[in-house]
């Protein structure tokens, strides 16, 4: 069974660093892209970055390009969210999906990051 | 960016009612969009891929069909599991973005 878990979420300040991680199990993680997607509590959702089987393809959203970097580790099953220089307006619930080649078929439950002073 | 606007954003309808949910994106994206249904406090779950294809596991009752530009989602007899929130999403090109939401009230 495929599964998706996000931790390292949280509260931080303004100007602040978190790491997301994304444990991936129950597939070939090697073999798909995988995708972070962010949505305010409430509102629409928001696509964020994008990584490559191999790592070396990434693409960011213009709004967390230059402060975000996504990054996998194939040998552990992980996919990661580097964010740095938060500002209040990243707060969000932030999920690692699956991309299927057609759709973002796996979704994981989604980690909470608040950036407030 | 390619702009995806969904029409009506909240929709009022009854067990047994035929919802049907529209699409357009900002310019031609083929057949490249993705209708996903979110309830509340979970995580979206992929429902059509490729514009009309069910996803496995998806109740017949869920149909979609469009290219180009205009899409519909429909649910042809809705069941009190369906109440909850659709977006459509386009993969022709990056950024990938999401419609603003239906939302399928009671």
């Known amino acids: 069974e495929v599964h998706l878990e996000e931790s390292g979420g949280g509260l931080v300040q303004p100007g602040g660093s978190l790491r997301l991680s994304c444990a991936a199990s129950?597939?070939?993680?090697?073999?798909?892209?995988m995708h972070w997607v962010r949505q305010v509590p409430g509102k629409g959702l928001l696509w964020v970055s994008r990584i490559k089987t191999d790592g070396t393809g990434t693409s960011y959203a213009d709004s967390v390009k230059g402060r975000f970097t996504v990054s996998r580790d194939n040998a552990k099953n992980m996919l990661f969210l580097q964010m740095n220089s938060l500002r209040a307006e990243d707060t969000a619930v932030y999920y690692c999906?699956?991309?299927?080649?057609?759709?973002?078929?796996?979704w994981g439950l989604g980690n909470m990051v608040t950036v407030s002073s | 960016d390619i702009q995806m606007t969904q029409s009506p954003s909240f929709v009022s309808a009854s067990v047994g009612d035929r919802v049907s949910i529209t699409c357009r994106a900002s310019?031609?994206?083929?057949?490249?969009l993705a209708w996903y249904q979110q309830k509340p406090g979970k995580a979206p779950k992929l429902l059509i891929y490729?514009?009309?294809n069910l996803q496995s596991g998806v109740p017949s009752r869920f149909s979609a069909s469009g290219s180009g530009t205009d899409f519909t989602l429909s649910i042809s007899s809705l069941q009190p599991e369906d109440f909850a929130t659709y977006f459509c999403?386009?993969?022709?090109?990056?950024?990938?973005?999401f419609g603003g939401g239906t939302k399928v009230e009671i």
């Open positions: 490729g514009a009309s």
């Open positions: 310019q031609d994206i083929r057949f490249w």
């Open positions: 129950g597939f070939t993680f090697s073999n798909y892209w």
């Open positions: 999906t699956r991309d299927s080649g057609l759709g973002l078929d796996y």
């Open positions: 999403q386009q993969s022709n090109s990056f950024p990938l973005t």
